[in-house]
């Protein structure tokens, strides 16, 4: 009876560890045997056959450059037991490389000392060392009270985004109507200069912000699908090429070794990893080169380096570089700025991609920042020896490879091989945005209609359909009055409205994006909007449908 009762006990718990993501573990130590419940099997992808009850069989599944810390970790309890917690990698239930945390505590049988026989499966307990505890996946961490604290801290922070985003757009936006339109006036270049300077700056603290927010109320969704590694560097590249200082810094890509083609990651977070990375790189570097370099990683995983010659950091410094609101030090916050929230951002996004971020640096000299992340199945993949020649080097004032926004045939606002000018619905409740946008548009030769709430773009859009004058794109803000912009882009989908729609909104991370997808849109321009995106989005959008 009693035999049944601890078998009905037993199997409880492993169905409330199988619920809850958790996995439980017992480790008898030296012999270093071990035992895996079901639930810790299935959140490593494993079965008896493939995971046996041995610390070597669980070794052998943990990233090999985390191998050596959790080996550590378990030998220290030999001499001094007590509580243990560890973060590693592992294959996870998708293939991929995920982060885990193991925590539990070691305790000495019947006094027993480090050398000590360990415990034998149905024998009575020998002296030695028993650890045991629990696996779940990283990300699980939750602090007492702390879910509901983050959840309402995202929403507010995504509320606030939106308020602060959207007014950026006619700060930012008419800054550079004034550098556009030139000026004699040196305290006027200056002026808008500065505003576009420091609105840049305030935009990048609100992300930051709002990405950390996110994460720690395990709100931020990451993708999996299949890029070109190459092709994500070259449009950070390309995208930072502005912040290189003059002819003093050279920034270069290259390859350490054949690299896969393609890759099954989340490009819009590998992106926004290393567009920090160089970013920083570039902003430390006065003068010599920022490198970066790629390399097919361990298993199926990829790396890529960025390597630069700048002012470097102190070892005793550097484990403040990954902490929020942290820095090398304080003089490097006077003299560069900078929130000290892009490196934690990015390590966390790293791990979530299943890799992670180290750093290697001498002062004085240049550091290197490397992030690693999983690449899913690399089998069949082929790989790429060679950059194309334009891509491997670059100094201020050299040729870009950018193409040009021009449309070869057409005037600068018609459609591709038309001379008529492109038909244009604002749906856009902000005043001063609207004027922003439209100057920006009729700049380049389009016709530009205007609604201020998603009814009115709805009614716009039948009549200028009945008049057979229909609109090639919609720009719809998301968050219109009386109809909000999704409800108004489904409502003109719905009544037959084959064009363009380009959605506005300050939230445009995954959630956001399916919702606006699925209701009909055809793609997303983030706020602040920035002109030449702008105008690029809607050629685009326009060459890519075809009113009726």
């Given at each position: 009876m009693a035999?049944?009762?601890?078998?009905?006990?037993?199997?409880?718990?492993?169905?409330?560890?199988?619920?809850?993501?958790?996995?439980?573990?017992?480790?008898?130590?030296?012999?270093?045997?071990?035992?895996?419940?079901?639930?810790?099997?299935?959140?490593?992808?494993?079965d008896e056959r493939s995971l046996p009850d041995s610390l070597e069989a669980l070794e052998a599944r943990v990233h090999p450059e985390d191998v050596d810390r959790v080996r550590a970790v378990i030998d220290r309890q030999q001499t001094e037991p007590g509580r243990l917690e560890v973060e590693f990698r592992a294959r996870s239930r998708d293939g991929r490389f995920a982060w885990f945390e193991?925590?539990?505590?070691?305790?000495?049988?019947?006094?027993?000392?480090?050398?000590?026989?360990?415990?034998?499966?149905?024998?009575?307990?020998?002296?030695?060392?028993?650890?045991?505890?629990?696996?779940?996946?990283?990300?699980?961490?939750?602090?007492?009270?702390?879910?509901?604290?983050?959840?309402?801290?995202?929403?507010?922070?995504a509320a606030?985004?939106?308020?602060?985003?959207?007014?950026?757009?006619?700060?930012?936006?008419?800054?550079?109507?004034?550098?556009?339109?030139?000026?004699?006036?040196?305290?006027?270049?200056?002026?808008?200069?500065?505003?576009?300077?420091?609105?840049?700056?305030?935009?990048?603290?609100?992300?930051?912000?709002l990405d950390l927010s996110r994460i720690e109320a395990g709100a931020m969704a990451v993708e999996e699908i299949a890029v070109s590694p190459i092709e994500i560097v070259e449009e950070v590249v390309e995208s930072l090429r502005p912040r290189v200082r003059g002819d003093q810094v050279e920034l270069v890509v290259e390859l350490l070794g054949p690299v896969p083609s393609l890759i099954r990651t989340d490009p819009t977070r590998l992106r926004q990893i290393l567009l920090n990375l160089?970013?920083?790189?570039?902003?430390?570097?006065?003068?010599?080169?920022?490198?970066?370099?790629?390399?097919?990683?361990?298993?199926?995983?990829?790396?890529?380096?960025?390597?630069?010659?700048g002012i470097g950091i102190a070892p005793e410094q550097v484990d403040r570089l990954f902490r929020p609101f942290a820095q090398a030090e304080t003089s490097t916050v006077r003299r560069y700025g900078g929130s000290g929230l892009g490196l934690d951002i990015s390590r966390r996004l790293a791990r979530m991609l299943g890799g992670e971020i180290t750093v290697r640096s001498t002062p004085g000299?240049?550091?290197?920042?490397?992030?690693?992340?999983?690449?899913?199945?690399?089998?069949?993949?082929?790989?790429?020896?060679?950059?194309?020649?334009?891509i491997r080097s670059w100094r201020h004032g050299a040729a870009?490879?950018?193409?040009?926004?021009?449309?070869?045939?057409?005037?600068?606002?018609?459609?591709?091989?038309?001379?008529?000018?492109?038909?244009?619905?604002?749906?856009?409740?902000?005043?001063?945005?609207?004027?922003?946008?439209?100057?920006?548009?009729?700049?380049?030769?389009?016709q530009v209609a205007s609604a201020c709430t998603g009814r009115a773009a709805v009614d716009l859009t039948l009549a200028a359909r009945r008049r057979g004058e229909p609109f090639d794109v919609i720009l719809m803000d998301l968050g219109l009055p009386e109809m909000d912009g999704v409800q108004a882009t489904r409502a003109v989908r719905e009544a037959g409205f084959t064009g363009a729609i380009v959605a506005l909104t300050a939230n445009a991370d995954g959630a956001e994006r399916d919702r606006v997808v699925d209701a009909g849109a055809d793609s997303i321009l983030p706020k602040p909007i920035d002109r030449a995106r702008l105008i690029e989005s809607i050629r685009r959008a326009a060459a890519g449908r075809a009113v009726r």
């Open positions: 035999d049944a009762t601890s078998q009905l006990h037993f199997d409880r718990l492993q169905r409330a560890l199988a619920a809850g993501a958790t996995g439980a573990w017992e480790i008898h130590l030296p012999a270093r045997r071990a035992w895996f419940s079901d639930a810790f099997r299935t959140l490593l992808a494993a193991a925590i539990g505590i070691g305790v000495r049988e019947h006094g027993g000392t480090a050398g000590s026989a360990a415990v034998t499966a149905g024998a009575a307990p020998a002296l030695g060392i028993r650890l045991s505890g629990v696996l779940r996946p990283a990300d699980l961490r939750r602090e007492p009270g702390r879910d509901g604290a983050s959840t309402a801290r995202a929403s507010f922070l606030m985004s939106h308020e602060i985003r959207t007014p950026m757009t006619a700060i930012l936006g008419f800054a550079d109507v004034l550098a556009e339109h030139g000026t004699a006036d040196e305290v006027q270049r200056s002026a808008a200069d500065a505003i576009r300077r420091n609105g840049e700056h305030l935009i990048k603290i609100v992300n930051d912000i160089v970013d920083n790189a570039l902003k430390f570097t006065e003068r010599g080169s920022v490198r970066i370099a790629l390399e097919r990683g361990p298993g199926d995983s990829i790396r890529v380096h960025v390597t630069d010659t000299r240049g550091s290197t920042f490397s992030v690693e992340v999983s690449t899913g199945p690399l089998a069949g993949v082929p790989m790429v020896t060679t950059l194309a020649p334009e870009s490879g950018a193409a040009s926004g021009a449309v070869s045939g057409a005037a600068p606002g018609a459609l591709n091989g038309s001379s008529r000018a492109l038909r244009i619905l604002l749906a856009e409740d902000g005043a001063d945005n609207e004027r922003l946008i439209r100057h920006h548009l009729e700049r380049e030769g389009m």
